[in-house]
């Protein structure tokens, strides 16, 4: 079991940094909500998010030299879980969309990640998908009992909610240590792994993100772009994140209003 601080040592002007960005990051998830509406294109969305990154001050983690991904942000819809390239694809009302966006401000990064149904209100299977993933990343944060708490405490959680609410939990990926870079360790999965289990301290600072499907849980990648990872099955899928700070005796979620 590691115990050392695996998420990078920050100081109080750093984590503050973390703070701000958490708030701009929030901000802008808002406006998405606000603004985007049937018929848009990904990429009309794409660049009204450049834009608002660039409003507020901050600036697109995704088009750094590394990882250099084609867009400020990741646009999955229906059977896409994450990483998904923004396309030309018009939204269609009662697409199920995931916007997942990392910026930074002052050097610091954050990340976060939320699913909606577009042009109209969430009901039967989609309302089921996205309100039970939704409620395991706050049973994640709700474990989180401060300085000690482990990486398999969170993931218990996390799965305990999928599993109960039957949805498929997206294994192959995971979670992570974010702040001084996008992708830090320690791997913070949405299910316990027996024998791995990470020690988070004060200070630590991670993403946690449960992906879940109304299908199976394996996963393929688009061979053309290299990026899109969506469900084997064609299942739909959602995906929320918050960028979490350990404390003391608790967690401050540093991307939300």
């Keep these: 079991m590691s115990e050392q601080p695996i998420t990078g040592r ?5 984590l503050q940094a973390m703070r701000d960005c958490g708030a701009i990051l929030a901000r802008i998830f808002v406006d998405i909500r606000e603004y985007v509406q049937p018929g848009m294109t990904e990429l009309h969305i794409n660049d009204f998010v450049a834009e608002k990154i660039k409003e507020y001050g901050a600036t697109p983690t995704y088009r750094e030299p590394d990882p250099d991904f084609p867009g400020v942000i990741c646009i999955s819809t229906n059977e896409e879980i994450v990483h998904s390239v923004p396309t030309d694809y018009e939204f269609e009302a009662g697409d199920v969309v995931s916007f997942d966006l990392v910026i930074t401000y002052k050097s610091m990064k954050t990340d976060s990640a939320f699913t909606m149904v577009i042009g109209e209100q969430a009901a039967g299977v989609k309302k089921h998908l996205i309100s039970v993933t939704e409620r395991s990343l706050q049973a994640g944060i709700d474990a989180i009992h401060g300085d000690g708490t482990t990486t398999n405490e969170i993931g218990a959680a996390v799965s305990a909610v999928l599993s109960k609410g039957k949805l498929g939990i997206i294994r192959e990926l995971v979670g992570h240590g974010v702040g001084l870079e996008m992708h830090m360790p320690p791997d913070v999965p949405n299910y316990v792994i027996r024998g791995q289990d990470t020690i988070l301290r004060a200070g630590d600072t991670i993403a946690i993100e449960p992906m879940a499907t109304l299908g199976g849980e394996r996963t393929v990648t688009n061979r053309e772009d290299g990026w899109t990872i969506s469900t084997r099955d064609g299942s739909l899928a ?20």
């Design 238 to 257: 959602a995906h929320f994140e918050h960028t979490v700070l350990i404390t003391e005796d608790g967690a401050e979620v540093l991307t939300a209003l």
């Design 10 to 14: 920050k100081t109080p002007t750093q």
